[in-house]
């Protein structure tokens, strides 16, 4: 199985204290052997494609999925066209019946187009599929989202939100970058993306380093992991990760958490650039100073030389500041549209 960069560190009966204590501490990806091979989905999954099919139908509400159809030529990997004018596959939606029998129709033939409905929050479209299948490491509250496909590649990306994802059926090839090497993955459109987060341009099985040169350093950091059913792994929040199914017919489940926030940073940063990117270098660095200050090196004593009733923005974090500075924000937008 063809893997990129250095080994992803394993670990083998995690228990939830040691996933707190011992592997997000680390803050890097992890393997997490076997965490969910005891799960009913991975048992059916391991056993014929029919058999996952009708377990996850006992589960389905009917809701419809949110699925992309590529066709073969794509190879699997969902992306934008050549010339950037759109994406190399139809979005839509359908019953999960409709995607089990294309997949399964796939299976038999080899010869369907790339099918993938991902995402798919288990509270809504498969309702008793956590209770069946828990997730040991987290509160009963983390919803699991399901990704059902057959071979398909999803190119590399980041999440805002720390995430264990478990096979259930197939395998996963994950390849993996840290939050730094943003500068070397050639990052596409923020604005205008394949499905939420910006993705890199740059595949890593075939790279192209006459057009991307300076991924060959993003290549010096990357991470790998293969992960066959049964297995987890944690990825980080912002760690880029590329992910590959090869077998005709895949379940992924995963689970996002983050702490509380109060707004989407990922904006803030649209907001930033705005704002500061077209300034003259030199103000752009006089405004790194107030952003280290204020928001990256950020300390409670930053606002104790004034009274607490005259801190505003600069005080703790509540509902009262969330809602003062949200309202400075609109105001200022305000007068600029």
């Given amino acids: 199985m063809e893997t990129i960069g250095k080994p992803v560190r394993e670990w083998h009966g995690v228990t939830r204290q040691i996933f707190e204590t011992e592997v997000v501490p680390m803050g890097e990806p992890a393997v997490l052997r076997g965490l969910v091979a005891d799960w009913p989905a991975t048992i059916a999954g391991s056993r014929t494609g029919r058999e996952l099919v009708a377990y996850l139908a006992s589960h389905d509400s009917g809701a419809p999925l949110s699925t992309y159809v590529g066709a073969p030529a794509i190879a699997g990997r969902f992306f934008y066209r050549e010339d950037m004018n759109g994406f190399n596959f139809d979005r839509g939606t359908a019953p999960f019946r409709a995607v089990a029998d ?199 004593a930053d606002a104790e030389h004034l009274p607490e009733h005259a801190r505003g923005i600069l005080g703790p974090s509540s509902p009262a500041r969330t809602a003062l500075m949200r309202e400075f924000l609109q105001r200022g937008l305000g007068r600029r549209s």
């Fill in 102 to 300: 294309m997949l399964l129709g796939d299976l038999a033939t080899g010869a369907g187009p790339a099918i993938y409905s991902g995402a798919a929050s288990a509270v809504e479209h498969f309702p008793t599929f956590a209770a069946d299948n828990p997730m040991p490491l987290l509160d009963p509250t983390a919803t699991p989202r399901l990704w059902i496909g057959n071979a398909v590649t999803v190119s590399t990306h980041y999440d805002t939100a720390d995430n264990i994802a478990c096979v259930a059926a197939g395998h996963r090839h994950f390849t993996l970058f840290p939050p730094a090497q943003v500068a070397n993955l050639y990052v596409g459109p923020l604005e205008n993306t394949i499905s939420g987060q910006p993705v890199s341009m740059v595949d890593p099985l075939a790279p192209d380093l006459e057009r991307f040169p300076r991924y060959a350093l993003a290549a010096e950091t990357a991470r790998s992991a293969v992960l066959a059913p049964g297995d987890a792994i944690y990825v980080p929040t912002m760690w880029w990760h590329h992910v590959r199914s090869t077998e005709r017919l895949n379940l992924l489940v995963n689970y996002w958490w983050s702490p509380p926030n109060d707004a989407s940073a990922f904006e803030a940063l649209i907001y930033a650039m705005l704002a500061v990117r077209n300034r003259p270098a030199v103000e752009r660095q006089n405004w790194r100073a107030f952003f280290d200050h204020y928001v990256f090196d950020a300390d409670a």
